[in-house]
């Protein structure tokens, strides 16, 4: 299997880089270069890379970063990625809350709000309060509609990444094929790009703190429970949008509890925030959430750190078998029952390291998520970043600057 190493020292074929978005793609590590480095780098002719510099340098993503030194005469310029020239707008929609941020084109959070809000109100309600909040953070830095270079929105259920539509999402009445993308870009017409929130999360907790890892799976416990799977550095939605719904896989064990998707024995009817709430409730013990259950169990509380425990063997016995089939180098779990920590860990890695084959398990690290409530934010910044700077958008706006 080719290495990152390996992949960073490998040639760089001219051929691929012939473009003005190409050649950008080089320049996206921040890390400032002369022309002359870029033609070295390259194999293309200085007149062309200056060409292409121009170019870039046009649309403000490409600017002057100080002075090589000069081996005699004038000391050649470097060039390097702005990323401030334009924003994402990145909202992370919950079943009971919502956040919203505004950052540059590396993700860097400028401003951010968040508040409750219930999902179930429906999308347009949820989406005017993206668009308000939207402007409002723009009002806070100085910045107006204009430099928004697209919006990315995470929410909690199926989506059909291409049209950006909601596909019967069990926690969402009235959210069903809406057009999101549609009534978005009627208020403020930039890209829009939408997708289920665990996704997302994967994607941000990712970029910002396992990039060195081309295999991760995310899983997020909370309300319900989800995956995201990334696999050779690219996020797996699957054919539908539906990948990574491991909430609902059928948990040994379990039989005779009914969840709330009609079967028995599903994992969110076990595992989920919600379930272990009402667990607690039968022994009598006040939980109305699962932040209630993970703060009973930090004062202590034997029976929550019981029922934790045996959430993460649940959830393990369902991860192992994903172990065994996708062969992920890390396990990051999130959501607002990752707060436990070891206490949920613990039970996950037992089922885990047990039930899985020692190959797939030998350099295996579970653990939890370091981005935490960030997650989501980064990720709907990084999926749309990835698409307004791909080559072919970024060659796309360097032709239409052109045009007369």
């Known amino acids: 299997m080719e290495t990152t190493i390996e992949r960073q020292e490998r040639p760089i074929d001219a051929g691929f880089l012939a473009r003005a978005g190409d050649l950008f793609q080089l320049l996206r590590d921040g890390r400032p270069r002369t022309r002359a480095e870029l033609s070295e780098q390259t194999g293309l002719a200085r007149t062309t890379v200056a060409a292409r510099i121009d170019a870039l340098t046009a649309l403000g993503l490409v600017g002057p970063a100080g002075e090589a030194a000069s081996s005699g005469g004038r ?11 334009r ?17 540059d084109l590396n993700s860097s959070v ?13 999308p347009e309600a949820v989406l005017d309060w993206v668009l308000h909040s939207g402007r409002e ?23 059909q990444h291409g049209s950006g539509r909601p596909v019967k999402p069990p926690i969402m009445p009235g959210w069903d094929g809406f057009d999101v993308v549609g009534y978005i870009r009627k208020d403020i017409d930039v ?80 595992a989920s925030g919600p379930a272990l709430a009402r667990k607690l409730q039968s ?28 959430a993460g063997r649940d959830v393990g016995e369902v991860l192992a078998i994903c172990v065994n089939m996708l062969n992920p180098s890390v396990i990051v779990v999130g959501g ?35 981005a935490k409530t960030d997650a989501a934010i980064l990720g709907a910044s990084r999926m749309v970043i990835e698409y307004v700077l791909s080559p072919a958008v970024v060659e796309s706006a360097v032709a239409a600057a052109a045009r007369p």
């Not at 719904?245 to 076990?270: I, K, M, Q, S």
């Not at 939980?287 to 209630?292: I, K, L």
């Open 75 to 85: 000391p050649p310029s470097k060039f390097a990625f702005n990323a401030k020239v």
């Open 283 to 310: 022994q009598g013990i006040e939980a109305s959430s699962g932040a209630d259950v993970v703060d009973l169990a930090a004062q202590g509380n034997v029976h929550a750190i019981h029922a934790l425990r045996q």
């Open 336 to 370: 607002s029952l990752s707060r436990a920590g070891d206490q949920l860990l613990a039970g996950i890695r037992e089922a885990v390291y047990g039930r899985s084959l020692p190959l797939a398990t030998a350099r295996l690290r579970i653990e939890q998520s370091r």
């Open 191 to 270: 890209e829009v790009l939408v997708d289920n929130d665990v996704n997302i999360m994967a994607l941000g907790e990712r970029h910002a703190h396992w990039s060195e890892y081309e295999d991760v799976l995310f899983i997020k416990l909370a309300t319900g429970v989800g995956a995201g799977i990334i696999s050779s550095g690219e996020l797996q939605r699957g054919a539908d949008g539906t990948s990574g719904d491991l909430g609902h896989v059928r948990v040994p064990g379990g039989e005779g509890v009914l969840c709330r998707c009609g079967n028995t024995g599903c994992l969110e009817a076990l």
């Open 137 to 159: 953070l723009l009002a806070q830095i100085g910045r107006t509609e204009a430099d928004i270079a697209g919006i990315g929105i995470g929410l909690p259920g199926p989506v």
């Open 110 to 122: 400028l401003a951010r709000h968040s508040e409750p809000l219930d999902v179930a109100r429906g």
């Open 87 to 103: 924003l994402v707008l990145a909202a992370d929609v919950g079943a009971s809350h919502a956040a919203i941020a505004l950052t």
